[in-house]
T-cell receptor
Framework: TQLLEQSPQFLSIQEGENLTVYCNSS?????LQWYRQEPGEGPVLLVT?????EVKKLKRLTFQFGDARKDSSLHITAAQPGDTGLYLC???????????FGAGTTVTVRA | ETGVTQTPRHLVMGMTNKKSLKCEQH?????MYWYKQSAKKPLELMFV???????ENNSVPSRFSPECPNSSHLFLHLHTLQPEDSALYLC??????????????FGPGTRLTVT
């Protein structure tokens, strides 16, 4: 199993602040996905990044895939309480039908 | 309905009960998954079905028994569970091709409590 490490584990910020969540591995992935999960619900797919160095934007969320396709980051600008949730990254190793999930970062945005 | 649905959303069962969780996907996918999510632990993959054939049994105790009658439906049959089996059970589906899985789409989960 290829491990994905997410940091920080917990993040609590004030509304309007910026934040960055990291997802790191020693393994190469053919693609990487980010999910957000709210309490009592299943994870919801936010984005998939495929190309090394790729940057994708989803409103105030910016996702970047590392050049070597081993790491990724999620940056949220001017966070809002609606951004609160558990953010999960998952890597597709290309030679397996299983995704490798990180343990997640719990983000709390205070109004 | 669209997406991935799961029933029931909440389940409380005693250790001697037998119950089943149901998952249905309306996305035209050909692979389905069962995950267990416990507090402060990463998602644990339990079972994978690809083209209705089980391709993974991730060392899951036999008190959990999956069933995939077709590509749209997945069940998890439960019997003689233990309190430590209490968790959120998530179903997901995806397309697969050439032994690879693509983006997974999750259902809302079943919150299981074993008393």
């Amino acid at each position: 199993t290829q491990l994905l490490e997410q940091s920080p584990q917990f993040l609590s910020i004030q509304e309007g602040e910026n934040l960055t969540v990291y997802c790191n591995s020693s393994s190469v992935f053919s693609s990487l996905q980010w999910y957000r999960q709210e309490p009592g619900e299943g994870p919801v797919l936010l984005v998939t990044v495929v190309t090394g160095g790729e940057v994708k934007k989803l409103k105030r969320l910016t996702f970047q895939f590392g050049d070597a396709r081993k790491d990724s980051s999620l940056h949220i600008t001017a966070a809002q309480p609606g951004d609160t949730g558990l953010y999960l990254c998952a890597g597709d190793p290309a030679n397996d039908y299983k995704l490798s999930f990180g343990a997640g970062t719990t983000v709390t945005v205070r109004a | 309905e669209t997406g991935v649905t799961q029933t029931p959303r909440h389940l409380v069962m005693g250790m001697t009960n037998k119950k089943s969780l149901k998952c249905e996907q309306h996305l035209g996918h050909n692979a389905m998954y069962w995950y267990k999510q416990s507090a402060k632990k990463p998602l644990e993959l339990m079972f994978v079905y690809s083209l209705e054939e089980r391709v993974e049994n991730n060392s899951v105790p036999s008190r959990f028994s999956p069933e995939c009658p077709n590509s749209s439906h997945l069940f998890l049959h439960l019997h003689t569970l233990q309190p430590e089996d209490s968790a959120l059970y998530l179903c997901a589906s995806s397309l697969t091709a050439g032994g690879r899985a693509y983006e997974q789409y999750f259902g809302p989960g079943t919150r299981l409590t074993v008393t």
